[in-house]
């Protein structure tokens, strides 16, 4: 398999080395510490992120009261991480059955593919970013426009938002796998990375410190004594910080590579992570697992819904 030779590494450069951890010394640098994924653990992360995504999405399709908004933007980002982690698995298991020889393709053949599976997956990321940030800017004014939510977010804008999602991550990620050596597109990934973790912290930390602000009115109000305000503080601060930090440790090492690609791509540090592409994509896929999580099954209606799902009760 060729080693990184797209923009996403190719995907299709998963080691068959089945050791997770090892050294190894560069001929020009230091030792690298090289996390090995094994195809088989592609394989699993996909299939649990493409059982538990499509629950989520049978789940809001089944239950007209889940037809709102903020269940339509949930729903597309399940959609969005069931694409990312499906694609790196069809594209693992492609690959592994031509090594075999179970599986017989002309070359032209497996390059078309490889390319639509390409901008597949690339398209699926970007629109998995755009939905966490509608997601948070739905929240937010729900939140600081309580009594216009509902006049600002209708569902006519919030499907002529996804469907304008769904066609630029497909456009732009078109012109990424087309254009996947130009460093302007490496540049242009990385930009709208940092754009979308400046825009959720920004809004979620802003509704936190206005949160915090309303508990402290209500304690004084009902002459409360200062730590129950102050415990849901903190509780609302480990939920933010559970949040941006499951958003920037999964995908951050990814556009970390992106970065280290424009400003180092030679020097030998650097090269030690591009070593470790495949664990940087195991962790997106561990992102759409951890996603239904976070925005999803918090919700009991959703909860009850899948519960009735599950046992058939349609």
């Known amino acids: 398999m060729p080693v990184q030779r797209r923009l996403l590494g190719c995907l299709n450069s998963t080691p068959m080395a089945t050791p997770q951890f090892r050294l190894a010394t560069n001929q020009t640098g230091p030792q690298c510490l090289l996390v090995s994924i094994p195809d088989g653990l592609f394989l699993g992360l996909g299939l649990v992120s493409l059982v538990e995504n499509m629950l989520v999405v049978v789940a809001i399709a089944k239950n007209r009261n889940l037809h709102s908004p903020m269940y339509c933007f949930i729903c597309c980002l399940a959609l969005s991480d069931l694409l990312v982690s499906t694609s790196n698995a069809l594209e693992t298991t492609i690959f592994l059955l031509l090594e075999v020889g179970a599986l017989a393709m002309p ?66 990620s078109t012109l990424f796998i087309t254009y996947y050596n130009h460093v302007a597109v490496l540049l242009c990934l990385v930009t709208f990375f940092l754009a979308m973790l400046a825009l959720m912290a920004a809004l979620y930390i802003h509704m936190l410190a206005r949160a915090c602000q309303h508990a402290r009115g209500i304690a004084r109000l009902h002459k409360r004594q200062r730590p129950v305000h102050q415990g849901f503080c903190l509780k609302g601060a480990v939920t933010l910080t559970t949040l941006l930090g499951v958003f920037f440790l999964c995908w951050g090492p990814f556009f970390l590579h992106l970065t280290l690609i424009i400003l180092c791509p030679q020097h030998p540090a650097c090269s030690c992570v591009f070593k ?31 519960k009735e799902v599950l046992l058939c009760s349609w």
């Open 107 to 172: 070359a032209a053949v497996v390059q078309q593919l490889n390319n639509v599976i390409d901008v597949l997956t690339c398209g699926s990321m970007v629109s998995s970013l755009c939905f966490l940030g509608a997601i948070a800017v739905d929240r937010y004014i729900s939140i600081f426009y309580a009594l216009r939510y509902h006049s600002i977010v209708t569902l006519p804008r919030v499907r002529w938002a996804i469907v304008v999602i769904w066609m630029a991550s497909i456009l732009s």
């Open 276 to 306: 470790n592409f495949n664990l940087f994509l195991a962790l997106i896929i561990c992102n759409s697992i951890v996603d239904p999580l976070i925005y999803a099954f918090r919700s009991r209606e959703l909860r009850l819904t899948l």
